[in-house]
């Protein structure tokens, strides 16, 4: 398995060779540095963390600092875990897209939109009630939650108002239709979570 983090650019489409539009979304992926190599014996399992986005600000912990000076960079924005890596990598070493083949398919991870606090029309798709017999107060709201005794109570997990989005998201198997080596861009079949400019994790 190979791995590495990206920033989400947006979306666009490419024509495949019958000239059927797919959509698929841009993501610069790397370079990224090896800030460190975790080992069985010390860590107890086997993984490379990676650090991608050199910081804007300074703020840094002075044990951040230490932690990044080890790999000769600087500090890093994101920092991830990838285990079972294919290739061979040392401490410092530059990660590129060059991990990656087009054909393949991959997993992206990444923090959806967040969309705040939202009611049951939105955040689960229900009908809502009509428009008729004086009804003016209920028409996007979820009806009833729950029985008289028994059971007397309302259950967990009942679909309610509340809030939406922000949430960790893995979306599966997504082609890789185009990579350019150059500028470190991935291209892959389909949507990945996030907004424009959202970091998000690459796997194969």
Avoid: W
């Avoid at 791995?3 to 059927?20: A, H, V, W, Y």
């Avoid at 389909?190 to 690459?202: F, L, Q, R």
């Amino acid at each position: 398995m190979s791995g590495l983090i990206g920033r989400k650019i947006g979306m666009t489409s490419l024509f495949d060779e019958n000239g059927k539009n797919i959509p698929c979304t841009v993501i610069q992926a790397g370079p990224c540095v090896v800030t460190q190599v975790r080992t069985e014996e010390v860590d107890g399992y086997d993984a490379l963390q990676l650090g991608f986005d050199d910081k804007k600000d300074k703020r840094s912990s002075m044990a951040a600092k230490g932690h990044f000076k080890k790999a000769g960079t600087v500090a890093k924005q994101k920092v991830a875990e990838f285990q079972d890596f294919e290739e061979e990598f040392k401490l410092g070493d530059e990660v590129t897209v060059d991990v990656f083949e087009v054909g393949e398919f991959v997993d992206v991870s990444g923090i959806s939109k967040g969309k705040g606090f939202q009611g049951v029309v939105k955040r689960y798709g229900f009908r809502g009630s009509t428009r008729t017999h004086g009804q003016q107060s209920v028409l996007r709201a979820g009806g009833s939650i729950g029985a008289a005794s028994p059971p007397g109570r309302v259950f967990k997990d009942m679909k309610m108002p509340g809030r939406t989005g922000g949430k960790k998201v893995k979306v599966l198997n997504l082609e890789v239709l185009k990579l350019d080596k150059e500028e470190n861009l991935i291209i892959v079949k389909g949507c990945v979570p996030g907004h424009k400019n959202a970091y998000v994790t690459i796997e194969n």
